[in-house]
């Protein structure tokens, strides 16, 4: 269940492109052509399923104050009390991304060459998107427990990217035909129905979160009927009976 829950959250809820805005340089200069954003879209879910859990295995067992416990002290290091390497974060995470980025571009130039020449310079540029870089610092700053979720997340966000810039090639491929404001082609309608679009999925924000509150019902307190005790009545009617003959 957390893993379907994480998926859907990192395509839907925290989308790269609609929620946080990361990846709009491919994102707009791509997004032409609906055969040109799959190919992107299809090399970014790769390189972010890849570097997600590598940087996540990086983070766990290099980087994290305390993670080089494993190092046995006869090599002259105590990893579990003096070393932090955290400050390598980005150095280490942005060669990840880039060795699995030149992994992509040879077996596309190999497979697919017209698809290689219609992505241009973005291609070898995945290595600097932002989307990129962003999910493994994502994942490092929400503490991913375990390498499954890391690997959902990273899944989750590329299809998400993947969904994103393919719904804005498709509309852009249809608005072509229609009658926009010349002030507004290219690029002015594009942010226009990209802020829309991100309206419209913030409406999943309440999805996976708007059962978790349960209401707490107020405790139904029975009234009870007070039953007058009948030594209470006795005790009156003495005292009663006293005052009369004091009276008299």
């Known amino acids: 269940m957390e893993h379907i829950e994480l998926f859907f959250k990192s395509i ?25 954003a799959v190919g992107l879209g299809a090399a970014v879910i790769f390189v972010l ?6 940087n996540w295995l990086l983070d766990q067992y ?3 104050e305390g993670a080089l416990v494993w190092l046995d002290a006869k090599y002259g290091v105590d990893g579990a009390e003096t070393l932090d390497l955290s400050f390598l974060s980005f150095i280490m995470f942005i060669a990840t991304i880039a060795t699995m980025v030149q992994l992509v571009e040879i077996i596309v130039e190999k497979f697919s060459p017209s698809l290689y020449n219609s992505l241009g310079i973005f291609l070898p540029l995945i290595a600097v998107n932002c989307a990129i870089l962003g999910g493994s610092l994502f994942m490092q700053s929400r503490e991913i427990p375990s390498l499954g979720l890391a690997l959902t997340y990273g899944v989750g966000s590329g299809i998400g990217w993947f969904l994103a810039i393919l719904a804005i ?4 491929e249809k608005i072509r035909y229609s009658s926009v404001p010349p002030a507004l082609r290219g690029l002015g309608i594009t942010f226009i129905i990209t802020g829309l679009m991100a309206i419209g999925f913030m ?4 999805m996976l979160t708007g059962g978790d509150e349960k ?23 003495e005292i009663i009976a ?7």
């Open 49 to 54: 399923a890849v570097t997600v859990p590598l």
């Open 215 to 237: 209401t707490e019902e107020a405790p139904k307190v029975e009234a009870k009927a007070d039953k007058k005790d009948p030594l209470k009545k006795e005790d009156a009617k």
């Open 203 to 206: 409406s999943f924000g309440g």
């Open 169 to 172: 090639a498709a509309i852009r």
């Open 62 to 64: 290099i980087l994290k």
């Open 242 to 248: 006293e005052n009369t003959k004091i009276n008299k």
């Open 12 to 36: 839907f809820i925290d989308n790269m492109v609609f929620a946080t805005f990361l990846g709009m340089c491919s994102y707009l200069a791509v997004s032409k052509k609906v055969s040109t």
